[in-house]
């Protein structure tokens, strides 16, 4: 079956870093992503990984292991602003008619960052 | 920057009651979606539409239908609205090609079912 896990919740101080897992098992792999929403926004892009190793963007990093079905989600200089929920979601390999292969979603991980 | 809008932010309806949601993009985007995003279970697909006209069923198509009439446009009807469809439901668009291609979300409908 396919299954994508996330912590539920995390809280981090201010100015800190924190660094948030997810592990997923899948009949197909074809790419990781993270999102960030607000509560009671869209969800919004952050970062997409196909291949082994980190990507950097900023403040926020993003690392995977396909060998492991790991990947992790490093956000640095933590602010208030990032108190949100990230979604951890993988591609499948198996496209539907036209070619696209759908997202799976984890649960998100809700962060709280405080002063 | 791609635009995904709803119709509504909040909707209120009753068991029974035959629902609407619309959703419309302005980035000329092939692909359209629909989720419902519920506590604890995250985002679930339940429609998906590659062109004008066509879909495919996504995880939990149960009591959901939609309509594709223009290629901005992707509809999501509740036949008969029931209490378990109480959510919020979010769309989404992309382009068709793969890779860092990802998918541009729309602010959501809560939708209450009473």
């Known amino acids: 079956g396919q299954n994508i896990d996330q912590p539920t919740e995390m809280t981090a101080t201010e100015g800190a870093i924190v660094q948030i897992n997810c592990t997923y098992q899948t009949s197909g792999f074809n790419g990781l992503f993270w999102y960030q929403q607000h509560a009671g926004e869209a969800p919004t892009f952050l970062s997409y990984?196909?291949?082994?190793g980190l990507e950097e963007k900023g403040r926020f990093s993003s690392f995977l292991s396909r060998s492991k079905g790991y990947s992790y989600l490093l956000l640095k200089e933590l602010q208030m602003k990032d108190s949100a929920s990230y979604l951890c979601a993988v591609r499948d390999s198996s496209p539907f008619e036209g070619g696209y292969n759908k997202l799976i979603f984890g649960a998100g991980t809700r962060l709280a960052v405080h002063p | 920057d791609v635009k995904v809008t709803q119709s509504s932010r909040y909707l209120v309806k009753r068991t029974g009651e035959k629902v609407f949601l619309e959703c419309v993009q302005d980035?000329?985007?092939?692909?359209m979606f629909w989720y419902r995003q519920d506590p604890g279970l995250g985002l679930r697909l339940i429609y998906f539409s590659y062109d004008v006209k066509m879909k495919e069923k996504g995880d939990i198509p149960e009591g959901y239908s939609v309509s594709r009439e223009k290629k901005e446009r992707f509809s999501l009807i509740l036949e008969s609205a029931s209490t378990n469809q109480t959510s919020m439901y979010l769309c989404?668009?992309?382009?068709?090609?793969?890779?860092?291609?990802?998918?541009?979300f729309g602010p959501g409908t809560r939708l209450t079912v009473t």
């Open positions: 989404a668009s992309s382009l068709p090609r793969q890779g860092i291609h990802e998918q541009y």
């Open positions: 980035m000329d985007h092939e692909n």
């Open positions: 990984n196909v291949l082994d």
